[in-house]
């Protein structure tokens, strides 16, 4: 039978429905709030449970949580469940890191970039009764109190080397197998294959004991998500049986039907799915404070229900429809609370809950069907933040598949992320996956291609890589931190020819990914002994089977965590200015070009327009091209040398969230001509402003380096002109490009389609583009919630006015 039945967005649902229209609107008005209810419940079960093994704990703490957090049904829900006791809540995990709640708590709701608003209340019992439980106790401080001095001089607050994520906030980074654990088992199934494993362990054996310890929390887990879910059928139940509108009231009553059922059970329709997959999402939210927990190719898993239901006329293609946007509505409402550095790192609110379309089905053929489209259609009409869409394209994937794809473009949301389907599975191939796992790969977080049987952190560490050039021409030391951070490689006489240079750098990038890879060990030792995750080990294969926690090494696949280069861009730039003005054209010299950067350009402003005027990467110029080739190389082999805890060898990307924006700021001025503490480049997209050429050039530019090397992903932002996507004719000029660049073994694509104008609009009146959603990096957010300075940088952009 064809998947493709008969949905596309063209048919009459490009519009949203009146019900998407209120809840959406509801959302809007919603602030991010502060609520405690999760971190009172950890705090009082850990310390109930004073003794009890980490996991153990880990999984009590997470059944309080469900048993103790609002059950909160909100008017026109369709799919229930809420965070906390805001509609937009952020939970606490003192347990994680309390010391940057303690200080910054204070003046947490007047930040610039992701301030929180929190009652008078909550803040008293955070700082008197909670936080300071959590002294002694927490993962930041056992990471600090591990890690290396000289690793700390470059990797804590620094802006050089940078991993607060992992020892800050919890992990996240996880993608539930629905297809074949959670739709097939229900939680209810998992806690029978948990206690029959337990039926077989021999207790006088040492490694049973641990194993035993991983099931009994399995139960609990399970048990408390099982729980959660009743919460709310109990909920719904009551809420139907004074309901006045007969309608609301048939609704309600579905609800509770629903929610007694799943996530107990395996769901029996495609409501029931939907909302068996926000509950899970919920208890991942729940169970700890993180990003990247994603949804996994959710045309593929959800289709069986949508067509069974379709077929024997027990829903319509709005109906389902509906259903969808209320998911994507729930998705946007829980909140990561995060530090001031974290949210500098990651602006914008945002989840990071990446979801899959369209694609090869693990045997090879085209996976497109009505979701794909529905999910685009779903995007267009709630414009929210998340989930963070992304496509799969191949060369056989049906043109109205890509179509729509570039009809979404133009919208200028930024979505959705546009992905070659071939790389991603090469990405994986690579380290590890058997073929056909990494032909079912769907997207994790920002960009990195992932899989439901993966154990790994995505994103461990960011290296700053235009620091290293800068580290050359000091001789190791960081003129905004004033301090030695790099190698002693010797002073500008030793710089000699430009071989010399190119050497030096080497040096000092691989001395910046050694401490990289050592703060991560560290984190990971840390999180392994202090934060087992039970809950997510439940939906990852292998763990059950194995006994062992995906912590200690559980998943089918574990895969080695990666390390973001930042400014690749800006360090081929550099790197071609100082060959270009000082070794072939012989306009100044070494001393004189340190001074000029030492000065941040101060009096050296004909030479900075010399240096602005060399070879840019995302021109099509392989004398700085060859450059970025040369150091992402090297970059993956360095790399690639380390293996983490559990064996697995160390991974490079080239993605992008908001850190090129702290990472500028961490940098003095560089040869290249930008000042100092001006934004560095996101992923491997040339720096704003530099690529005058045509975005063919700067794709052709982009693809030359090597994608299918860097399996933690590479990202390639570009900005249009509105104009060039008016006609149709635009659109089908916007999927050709597309395609020729995914034919050059690129690995990802997205767009801003906004006019300077509009977003100098924006940033003077805010309230009249509020709900403005723009492409930060690998990711979207409104444009009025981030800071001035990210707002700039997006601005600064180049917009190509043709293609």
């Keep these: 039978m064809a998947t493709v039945v008969e949905f596309k967005p063209t048919d ?38 004073d003794g009890a093994p980490a996991i153990i704990k880990k999984a009590r703490a997470f059944k309080k949580i469900c048993q103790r957090i609002p059950v909160r049904i909100y008017d026109d829900e369709l799919i229930v469940g809420a965070s906390g006791a805001h509609r937009r809540s952020a939970g606490v995990s003192p347990e994680i890191s309390w010391q ?94 948990a206690r029959r494993h337990l039926a077989d362990l021999d207790l006088t054996t040492a490694g049973d004991i641990d194993k035993a ?50 996530p107990g059970h ?32 959710f045309d593929q898993f959800m289709f069986p229900f949508y067509q069974r239901d379709l077929e024997s006329g027990a829903i319509t293609p709005k109906e389902a429809q509906t259903l969808i946007n209320c998911l994507w509505v729930k998705l946007s409402e829980w909140i990561w609370f995060v530090s001031k550095n974290t949210a500098s790192y990651f602006a914008g609110y945002n989840a990071f809950q990446n979801l899959t379309v369209g694609g090869r089905k693990t045997d090879g053929t085209d996976g497109t ?29 049906p043109p109205e598949l890509l179509y729509q794809v570039c009809e979404l473009v133009r919208e200028g949301t930024g979505f959705p992320a546009i992905h070659n389907d071939r ?65 002693a490689t010797g002073g500008l006489e030793t710089l000699i020819d430009f071989a010399t240079v190119k050497e030096n750098y080497f040096r000092q990038l691989a001395h910046m990914i050694r401490h990289g890879v050592t703060a991560t060990l560290v984190a990971q030792q840390v999180q392994a002994e202090l934060a087992p995750r039970p809950f997510f080990s439940l939906f990852t294969e292998g763990c059950m089977e194995s006994g062992c926690d995906l912590v200690q090494g559980g998943a089918r696949y574990r895969v080695g965590p990666v390390l973001t280069g ?110 100092s503490g ?55 000029k916007l999927a050709a490009l597309i395609r020729g660049y995914f034919e050059l073994d690129a690995f990802h694509v997205q767009f801003n389609v906004f006019d300077r104008e509009t977003l100098l609009a924006a940033q003077q009146t805010p309230e009249a583009y509020k709900h403005l959603l723009v492409r930060v990096a690998g990711y979207s957010a409104r444009f009025v919630t981030l800071s001035r300075e990210v707002q700039d940088a997006i601005i600064q952009r180049t917009a190509y006015e043709n293609f």
């Design 12 to 49: 009459g649902y490009t519009e949203r429905d009146e019900r998407t229209a209120r809840i959406v609107g509801q959302y809007n008005d919603a602030d991010p709030f502060v609520c405690i209810v999760r971190a009172r419940a950890v705090t009082e079960s850990f310390a109930e449970n």
């Design 100 to 193: 940057w709640i303690r200080d910054e708590l204070p003046t947490i709701d007047k930040r610039d970039q992701d301030p929180y608003t929190i009652d008078p209340a909550a803040r008293n019992e955070l700082m008197e009764t909670i936080l300071p439980f959590w002294k002694g106790r927490s993962i930041e401080e056992a990471f600090l109190a591990r890690l290396p001095e000289q690793t700390a001089v470059i990797a804590v607050d620094t802006g050089i080397v940078d991993n607060d994520s992992k020892w800050r906030c919890a992990v996240g980074e996880v993608t539930p197998d629905y297809a074949d654990i959670l739709f097939k088992k229900g939680f209810a199934g998992i806690i029978s294959d």
């Design 213 to 262: 310890n991983f099931y009994h929390a399995a139960i609990t887990c399970a048990e408390g998500i099982i729980e959660l879910g009743q919460r709310y059928a109990r909920e719904a139940g009551r809420l139907a049986e004074t309901a006045v509108d007969p309608e609301r009231q048939a609704e309600l009553l579905r609800i509770a039907e629903n929610c007694r059922r799943v």
């Design 266 to 297: 395996p769901p029996e329709n495609f409501w029931q799915a939907v909302q068996m997959l926000w509950l899970v999402q919920l208890g991942n939210a729940l169970f700890e404070n993180a990003v990247a927990l994603n949804i996994g190719r």
């Design 369 to 397: 069907n009505d979701l794909t489209f529905m999910c685009l259609a779903a995007t267009n009409q709630v414009r929210s933040h998340q989930p963070g869409l992304s496509v799969r394209i191949h060369p056989d994937c």
């Design 423 to 487: 790389v991603g599975a090469q990405m994986l191939t690579a380290v590890g996956l058997s073929p056909e796992d990494a032909m079912d790969w769907s997207n994790c977080g920002c960009v990195v291609p992932h899989s439901r049987k993966i154990s790994e952190w995505t994103s461990a560490c960011n290296i700053n890589l235009a620091a290293g050039v800068e580290f050359v021409l000091t001789n190791g030391v960081s003129r905004i931190h004033e301090k030695p951070m790099g190698l």
């Design 566 to 675: 930042i400014g690749i861009a800006d360090t081929a730039n550099a790197l071609a200015a100082i060959k270009t003005l000082i070794f072939d054209e012989k306009t100044t010299d070494m001393a004189t070009l340190t001074e000029a950067l030492e000065k941040n350009w101060a009096g050296y402003e004909d030479l900075r327009q010399k240096a602005l005027a060399c070879p840019k990467f995302g021109n099509d110029d392989d004398r700085v091209d060859h450059l970025a080739i040369e150091i992402s190389d090297f970059y993956h082999r360095e790399i690639s040398r380390y293996r983490d805890i559990y064996g697995a060898c160390f991974n490079s990307a080239f993605m992008g969230i908001s850190n090129y924006i702290p990472a500028g700021k961490a940098v003095g001025a560089t040869p290249c001509g930008r000042h």
């Design 678 to 732: 001006d934004p560095l480049t996101e992923g491997c997209s040339p720096h704003a402003g530099t690529d005058t050429t045509s975005p063919t050039a700067a794709m052709r530019s982009t693809a030359k380096i090597n994608h299918g090397r860097h399996s933690g992903g590479t990202l390639l932002n570009i900005k249009l002109s509105p104009e060039t996507l008016r006609t149709r004719q635009g659109l089908n």
